[in-house]
């Protein structure tokens, strides 16, 4: 099993719906759990942190945290296609400061 | 500039050939951290700096990588005799201090290709 997992997609989502993505990670210890978007050849951007069990909202975009079932997920309101691109989950476990990637789930945005 | 700056953009050697990448991370960073992301992949870690030490080095796929931070700023991976299997993009990242909750902030990396 690896460490952090992700649908690889591609998701398709009409502009304007809400586009839904998901992660689970494996090591119960984790505390730290960031979104990370990447367009194609470019670096990974942070889009959010979370820290805690619950709802971050951050303006289009809400991170949600479970830490009992070991799941993140990031919503993003009113798609645009500017929004297509690869969404990185990625997990820090507290005793290392290293983040542990997913694999990415690649969004497309249809017009 | 403000963010993480990585030289060079592109790198193409031939197979046996040294390399190096530099990293310039953001003025202030404490941590400095090296990733290496195969084609669709996410980032896999390599190494991880705090300051000029080098306090985790787990990820380093094998004795002919290398890297150092000799006055806690900019760093240098080094790959010695290169293999095909290292065609990948180097990315790095840094944070503003030595935590993990600290988001990590990156360049736009360096491309290798081991021909």
């Known amino acids: 099993q690896k460490e952090v997992e992700q649908n690889s997609g591609p998701l398709s989502v009409p502009e304007g719906a809400i586009a839904s993505l998901n992660c689970t990670y494996s090591?119960?210890?984790?505390?730290?759990f960031f979104w990370y978007r990447q367009y194609s050849g470019k670096s990974p951007e942070l889009i959010m942190s979370?820290?805690?069990?619950g709802d971050k909202e951050d303006g289009r975009f809400t991170a949600q945290l479970n830490k009992a079932s070991q799941y993140v997920s990031l919503l993003i309101r009113d798609s645009q296609p500017s929004d297509s691109a690869t969404y990185l989950c990625?997990?820090?476990?507290?005793?290392?400061?290293?983040?542990?990637f997913g694999t990415g789930t690649l969004l497309a945005v249809q017009p | 500039g403000a963010g993480v700056s990585q030289s060079p953009r592109y790198k193409v050697a031939k197979r046996g050939q040294d390399v190096a990448l530099r990293c310039d991370p953001i003025?202030?960073?404490?941590?400095l951290f090296w990733y290496q992301q195969a084609l669709g992949q996410g980032p896999e870690f390599l190494t991880y700096?705090?300051?000029?030490?080098?306090?985790?080095k787990s990820g380093l796929p094998s004795d002919r990588f290398f890297a150092e931070r000799p006055e806690g700023s900019v760093s240098t991976l080094k790959i010695q005799r290169t293999q095909q299997e290292d065609s990948a993009v180097y990315l790095c990242?840094?944070?503003?201090?030595?935590?993990?909750?600290?988001?990590?902030?990156f360049g736009d990396g360096t491309r290798l290709s081991i021909l």
């Open positions: 990242a840094s944070s503003f201090l030595g935590q993990g909750n600290q988001p990590q902030h």
């Open positions: 090591d119960r210890g984790s505390q730290s």
């Open positions: 979370i820290y805690s069990n």
């Open positions: 990625a997990v820090n476990g507290g005793a290392t400061n290293k983040l542990i």
């Open positions: 003025s202030g960073h404490v941590s």
């Open positions: 700096f705090q300051n000029e030490a080098q306090l985790d």
